[in-house]
């Protein structure tokens, strides 16, 4: 891309201008945010500084911020949406090490979605982010009562259902493996429970998701589409507390408390459904000995050794099974453990180091007599990364850091007894080494402008031992090489230039426009039309090259009414090139060379993104618009011409809408409309062998009929005061029994063979749910 | 591993229906394309007439159809240059002489029709006899269904590919592949996933057992993909063809031997 070109000696200059010398004298204020009540640390509070200019910064992950100012009396306020804001006066006359403690202002109803500081969405040159306020999600309605971070994200403009009732999503024209998912910063293989119905995230362990859609900063690297970084709970510095809920398909707890009181804390959450229960209580031993169900637990733990040094240790341990009794088993789960290690080397510099362990397998047991078999698969990483938060000056702060993943995917053990018809093989497993190098500067240019830019170097080393095979246009085998372990059997390196800016046209308005490039050094083989626990992920090899995109938006934001209303309008196109398809008839199953059936071409993205909120008042929520196309171009498909991607949508409107009605009931609604995904589906038909097959012309050049969908619920919270708190959940998924196409098959009419007909299957029609919720 | 599949698939249908699903008739719009050439046939290794079906794809909206074409050329040739030409019998029905195909040949079909020629060849792969036909039962959540099995030796150390068709009183039910990518060199039972449960005594089956080619194997396989058998559903495609010029089908020289039961 020559737009590349062009960005990297401005971003050097701009790089340069950071190194100028300071001459006032300067020092720095910094310390830590946190909760009055749980002493969890506030993620994204606002802290500034009034005095002849006004300085400010936002808290970081960990709670911590830093500003420079020179000699002087100013006036020091910290604010976050639904607290208290603090203010008092300060003299910095020397470096200043503060913390402070905000309590919950319960008069504030701040919906879901909230920005850092009232006008923060418009201030800060941060593009293309969305933020969710956990501790008011359960007020969204969702399927069966389960709430859900992902489900919730899809009414985001931008942000679009892989499909009904699906975790899965697709960013500005992204599919479902170019999302970068981290759970404390460890990346998540399958967000998935039961086949894509629940997300992994259990709510109540969850403190802060942000999702970027573009603009990420430097920082993350990894995938095309977007970043979502998820934290879990600290878990409550004060008093031991227990929360959980008791729905129609499942049950969470969660147990939090102090380790050492204002010191250390610990969190563990857990849930599990009983689908299976009512299985069981059939007395056909055919149906009661089925097994269904996903289990998952949250754990955290945290330990200030002294005011520069901080640990924390979280996991999470998450696993599916399904069972058919005696003839099948399979089950999938992903693990990570995060070993993160907060240090202070002064005022200004915040390091972090964290030790990132993540795995997702599958195992798949067949127990039928002449054929059994057990299938192994997984994807295994090692992480170190090291980042630092530099307070440089009151109008630069920069982020440097370093990250090696080493990833390990094995992508099938096959095991069988020895009577089994089937054979023992092993697939080669693959490692790969990812490394990345970035820094990145906000700098507030002037009380106007902001910019964010930064450099991200990221490499990808394919290592041996194996055998890799090279192959021709049509997919044969042209030639195998070995290597050793260790042996480098291809490098790529990419620069990943990243800018963003935004310029306040009022004191509630600005405007905002963003470059972004990124690469994807790991792909998910999937052909199947839906997300499955068995799709195979591939690294970057001598086949297969990292996927680029680059991104431009330009947005304009603008709050209305004291901030009580916010709007924007985004702008994005996108180009992407290395993008993934098979030939028809790829087998993923136990396929060794599945390299030989990849095809490579290129996409395209574009659309605009409307969003309208209302934050405040007894009656808030927002509508958010999206129109947008989706393309990709490759030789061998469509005879080379454009066609349109599956996760295309052309319209997609959701409404949400939450009414408090007194103290004690919450009512709330969400619709959703998009148009039908891009589909193949036969323009003729022909025989053979005397049986009916369908003629297909142009790719996905067909829609699915348009989806719609209306939800409601309605919470009742128990009587104030209580040791006992509890509430109550009702609600109603797909209000009016629309019957959306889950799946549209077209066949022979099993009532008059000489015609064909169209089925649609239809997933869910109206489902009521209840939930309890309790916290003591 | 398709039967992992299929009691896969089995396994997440059954989840679906506990929430719900349901399945109805709709009317969909769809394109009628310009009517394309489809080539189906091919030769076996018996001593017999070998056919070549000529036909057209037609709208989805007519009755189904065999959309015979007549007047094409069709002959076979093999390596050596010898060719076979097939004479039409009934409207796109074209029969060959009577002759025996040789395993580890490559064959060769030219049909020329309104001035292009189709081409497609296709190598008769090494026979591996069918054994014998036996009847497995399987129970999914509360449901007993009956199924047939396809008994044979796999050869050690190649790669064969097989197809099996089913006929149940006549009429084909059931064609699909499988390959030895899993089982190379064992005694194979492989299940053909169409259930038998409403056969009564005397009722017939029978099982047509194919070795192919590679190219045959993906063209049935994909085909069957479309259907959604073997797995979740992929995005349907129309299935790779050995045929040049963009003609639908397929052209397949095969072993074959078959094996037939009656329900006592």
Redesign the interface.
């Known amino acids: 891309m020559p737009i590349t070109k062009r960005f990297v000696p401005l971003l050097l200059l701009f790089i340069c201008c950071c190194q100028f010398a300071f001459s006032q004298n300067k020092f720095t204020i910094s310390g830590i945010v946190t909760d009055s009540g749980t002493g969890e640390t506030l993620i994204g509070a606002s802290v500034k500084l009034t005095g002849s200019t006004t300085i400010g910064a936002g808290t970081n992950a960990y709670g911590f911020y830093s500003l420079s100012a020179t000699e002087g009396i100013y006036e020091l306020s910290i604010s976050f949406i639904g607290y208290k804001t603090v203010k008092q006066s300060i003299t910095i006359s020397r470096n200043v090490r503060q913390n402070f403690v905000l309590s919950e202002d319960n008069q504030l109803n701040e919906v879901v979605i909230s920005a850092e500081k009232k006008n923060d969405n418009v201030s800060s040159p941060q593009m293309g982010l969305q933020r969710i306020n956990i501790r008011e999600i359960n007020n969204v309605p969702v399927l069966l009562g389960e709430r859900d971070v992902l489900k919730t994200l899809q009414l985001l403009p931008g942000i679009k259902s892989a499909g009904e009732g699906n975790s899965g999503f697709y960013v500005r024209g992204g599919s479902t493996d170019q999302n970068l998912i981290l759970l404390d910063e460890a990346p998540v293989y399958n967000a998935s429970h039961?086949?894509g119905?629940f997300s992994t995230f259990n709510s109540d362990a969850i403190k802060d998701v942000s999702v970027y859609k573009g603009g990420m900063p430097a920082q993350y690297g990894g995938r095309l589409a977007s970043v979502l970084d998820i934290k879990m709970n600290d878990g409550n510095r004060k008093d031991y507390t227990a929360e959980g809920g008791i729905g129609l398909i499942s049950s969470r707890l969660k147990v939090e408390g102090p380790i050492v009181k204002d010191k250390g804390s610990f969190m563990i959450s857990a849930r599990r459904t009983y689908?299976d229960a009512f299985l069981a209580l059939?007395p056909?031993s055919?149906?009661n000995g089925?097994t269904?169900y996903f289990y998952d637990v949250n754990a955290k733990a945290n330990y200030q050794l002294n005011e520069k040094n901080t640990l924390y240790l979280s996991g999470y341990f998450g696993r599916d099974k399904?069972?058919?009794?005696e003839?099948?088993g399979?089950n999938w789960g992903n693990a990570t453990f995060t070993l993160r290690w907060n240090h202070l080397y002064s005022d200004r510099l915040f390091s972090n180091t964290s030790l990132i362990y993540s795995n997702y397998n599958y195992v798949?047991q067949?127990f039928?007599e002449?054929?059994d078999?057990q299938?192994n698969s997984s994807i295994k990483d090692f992480n170190l990364k090291q980042d630092f938060e530099y307070s440089l000056s009151s109008s630069h702060s920069l982020k440097f850091g370093v990250n090696a993943i080493h990833h390990t995917i094995a992508p099938g053990k096959?095991t069988a007894s020895e009577s089994s018809?089937?054979?023992a093989?092993t697939y080669e497993n693959r490692k790969g080494l990812e490394l990345a190098a970035y820094l990145s500067d906000e700098w507030a240019v002037n009380e106007k402008m902001n910019l964010a830019y930064g450099l991200r170097l990221s490499g990808f080393s394919l290592l041996g031992p194996g055998n890799f095979k090279t192959y021709d246009a049509d997919g044969n085998t042209t030639s195998t090489t070995s290597y050793k372990a260790g042996e480098v059997v291809e490098n790529y390196f990419n620069l990943e230039p990243r800018i963003s800016a935004s310029y306040q046209l009022t004191p509630s308005s600005s405007l905002k426009i963003a470059y972004t490039r990124n690469i994807q050094n790991i792909h998910l083989m999937s052909?199947?039309?839906?997300t499955?626990p068995t799709d195979l992920y591939i690294m970057n090899s001598n086949n297969v090259k990292p996927e680029i995109a680059d991104q431009i938006a330009a947005g304009y934001f603008r709050n209305f009414s004291d901030n009580n209303y916010e709007f924007s309008a985004e702008l994005y196109y996108k180009w992407m090139q290395n993008q993934i398809e098979y030939?028809?008839?790829t087998?993923l199953?136990?396929n060794g060379n599945v390299e030989a059936d990849l095809l490579f071409g290129d996409g395209r993205a574009y659309g605009i993104e409307l969003f309208l909120k209302k934050r405040f008042g007894k009656f808030n929520g927002w509508i958010g618009y999206t129109w947008s196309r989706t393309q990709r171009q490759f030789d061998a498909i469509n005879d080379g011409k454009w066609f349109y991607a599956?996760q295309d949508r052309t319209h997609d409107l959701s409404l949400v809408g939450i009414y408090k009605a007194g103290s004690r009931w919450t009512f709330s609604s969400v619709f959703v409309y998009n148009t039908g995904n891009a589909?193949?589906?036969?323009?003729?038909?022909?025989?053979?062998?005397?049986?009916?097959?369908?003629?297909?012309?142009e790719?996905?050049?067909?829609r699915t009929p348009a989806y719609h969908r209306l939800d409601l619920s309605a919470t009742l919270e128990g009587k104030p005061g209580r040791k006992l708190q509890s509430s109550w959940s009702f609600g109603i998924y797909n209000v009016y029994n629309r019957?959306n196409a889950?799946?549209?098959?077209?066949?022979?009419n099993p009532d008059d063979?000489?015609?064909?007909?169209?089925?649609?299957?239809?997933?869910?029609?109206i489902?009521p749910s209840v939930t309890w919720n309790f916290k003591f | 591993?398709k039967?992992?599949?299929i009691?896969?698939v089995?396994?997440?249908l059954?989840?679906?229906f506990?929430?719900?699903?349901?399945?109805?008739?709709?009317?969909?719009k769809?394109?009628?394309?310009a009517?394309?050439l489809?080539i189906?046939g091919g030769l076996s290794d018996k001593v017999e007439n070998h056919l070549i079906?000529v036909?057209?794809?037609?709208?989805?909206t007519?009755?189904?159809?065999?959309?015979s074409v007549s007047g094409a050329k069709v002959i076979v040739r093999n390596e050596e240059g010898t060719t076979m030409e097939y004479v039409e019998v009934s409207k796109g029905v074209y029969q060959s002489p009577k002759f025996r195909g040789q395993s580890g040949k490559k064959y060769t079909l030219d049909v020329t029709y309104e001035g292009k020629i189709y081409t497609a060849s296709s190598t008769m792969p090494v026979k591996v006899p069918l054994d014998s036909l036996t009847f497995k039962d399987?129970?999914?959540?509360?449901?007993?269904n009956t199924y047939v099995a396809a008994n044979y030796n796999d050869p050690k150390d190649i790669q064969n590919q097989y197809r099996y068709?089913l006929t149940v009183k006549g009429k084909?039910e059931e064609?699909a592949v499988s390959e030895d990518?899993?089982?190379?060199?064992?005694?194979?039972?492989n299940v053909i996933f169409y259930d038998l449960n409403d056969l009564v005594r005397g009722d017939t089956i029978e099982v047509e057992f194919q070795c192919i080619d590679r190219n045959v194997y993906?063209?049935f396989?994909?085909?069957g993909?479309?259907?959604?058998a073997?797995?979740?559903?992929?995005?349907?495609?129309?299935?790779?063809s050995n045929f040049n010029n963009k003609a639908?089908?397929?052209f397949n020289a095969y072993s074959t031997s078959k094996k037939t039961v009656v329900i006592k």
Not at chain 1, 322 to 325: A, D, K, P, V, Y
Request: proline share 5%; hydrophobic share 35%.
């Open positions: 039961l086949l119905f689908l059939s056909d055919s149906i089925n269904l399904l069972g058919i009794s003839a099948f399979f798949i067949n039928m002449d054929n078999f299938v096959l018809s089937v054979n093989t052909n199947s039309t839906s499955s030939r028809s008839g087998d199953r136990g599956k589909v193949t589906y036969p323009s003729g038909k022909y025989q053979i062998n005397g049986r009916t097959a369908f003629y297909y012309t790719k996905n050049g067909y019957h889950f799946s549209i098959d077209f066949k022979d063979v000489s015609t064909t007909q169209v089925v649609r299957t239809t997933l869910f029609g489902i | 591993m039967k992992r599949d009691l896969g089995l396994g997440v059954a989840v679906l506990v929430l719900a699903g349901c399945e109805k008739v709709i009317n969909l769809l394109d009628n394309a009517p394309q489809v189906y079906m036909s057209k794809t037609y709208d989805f007519d009755p189904n159809r065999f959309n399987f129970s999914f959540f509360g449901e007993k068709i084909i064609d990518r899993f089982d190379d060199g064992n005694k194979a039972a993906k063209y396989y994909s085909l993909q479309n259907s959604g073997g797995g979740p559903p992929v995005a349907p495609a129309n299935p790779p639908l089908g397929v």
